[in-house]
């Protein structure tokens, strides 16, 4: 194989959930049937690259000092939902049903893999939420065990300094049947009903 | 989300076997965890862009005019065996059991795809094949219907121009176990059994 064929499929290595076949796929295909495509993923790799960043209040991906969202008038300032990446905080934009502002880890506490409070931006994070006008901050991070350490921790870290701390509910899915639900969802379910 | 990102996100569709989710999944993971494997990538993109072409003799990726297996001195010129991709030449070397040369088709006559015998290079492979040195063309296409077809159509054009058409073996593969093997499989091994 060509130096430059080797050297491609090593890189496309670097990809996540790309392993060695997939890897020589990519480049084959690029080269048979997409060279536009190729040369459009180098210049759009080199772009993000050089011009992304983290915003200064938010710490989400941004190209400005600032991002959008967060420059948006529209927002309420009092609102600080917490999310763990870019990706959770689209979703929750497509909901429509939260109009506060963000705050965005890039990541969750796992001390096994040796991500600490500061690989995830938690002063950061204190520093934004106190900045007189948050006045509640929503956890939005999963409910995987890794979320739930890094919910809990940081929810210790916020109601110290005086702010109000809440979690997105959890409990039984919508479109969900009971006989398919986890026991532990079904049990959390029941510990937090509501009146209706 | 910020222009460059989406950019970047398109891009990575391109890639086979990459939907919307997993290319902002990979987006994020090079932003977030590896700009060095990004600003890589896109560095290999583009020189394979630039500098890999078609081997004038085997029609495989290289950066010469003639790449390192046809210009090997050690290699048998009286054989020429037909593959489709440059993956199965290497998965053919690696038996090291053929010593001749090859002619990658970088396809298969797929007409549904509209796929017809220029796309193969079905020229190039006659004007190779008869040169006066190979007496033999191995057809190494792969053993799906379009595999067959496309063998089947360069025996009868190759043995139409007098020369000798051979196929890979078909049969029980090693370690198979016949309640498991398919029932096509076990036919043609039926028929084309060998006195031992």
């Not at 934004?128 to 065990?145: P, S, W, Y």
């Amino acid at each position: 194989m060509s130096k430059s064929l080797e050297f491609l499929t090593e890189a496309l290595r670097r990809l996540p959930g790309v392993g060695p076949k997939s890897a020589q796929r990519m480049a084959f295909h690029l080269l048979q049937h997409d060279r536009e495509g190729a040369d459009m993923l180098s210049r759009a790799l080199h772009q993000a690259v050089s011009a992304v960043h983290h915003c200064a209040l938010c710490n989400t991906f941004t190209e400005e000092e600032v991002c959008d969202t967060c420059i948006d008038e529209e927002r309420d300032r009092r609102l600080l939902c917490v999310v763990e990446t870019p990706a959770d905080q689209l979703m929750i934009e497509q909901t429509l049903t939260y109009k506060g502002l963000y705050f965005v880890l890039m990541g969750r506490l796992s001390p096994l893999d040796g991500i600490g409070p500061r690989d995830i931006h938690l002063e950061k994070l204190v520093a934004r939420a106190t900045d007189g006008l948050v006045t509640e901050v929503v956890l939005a991070t999963n409910f995987t065990n890794e979320g739930e350490a890094t919910a809990h921790y940081i929810s210790e870290m916020l109601k110290a300094r005086g702010l109000k701390v809440s979690r997105l509910a959890r409990g039984v899915p919508v479109g969900g049947e009971l006989e398919y639900v986890d026991a532990g969802t079904i049990a959390r379910a029941m510990l937090d009903r509501r009146a209706t």
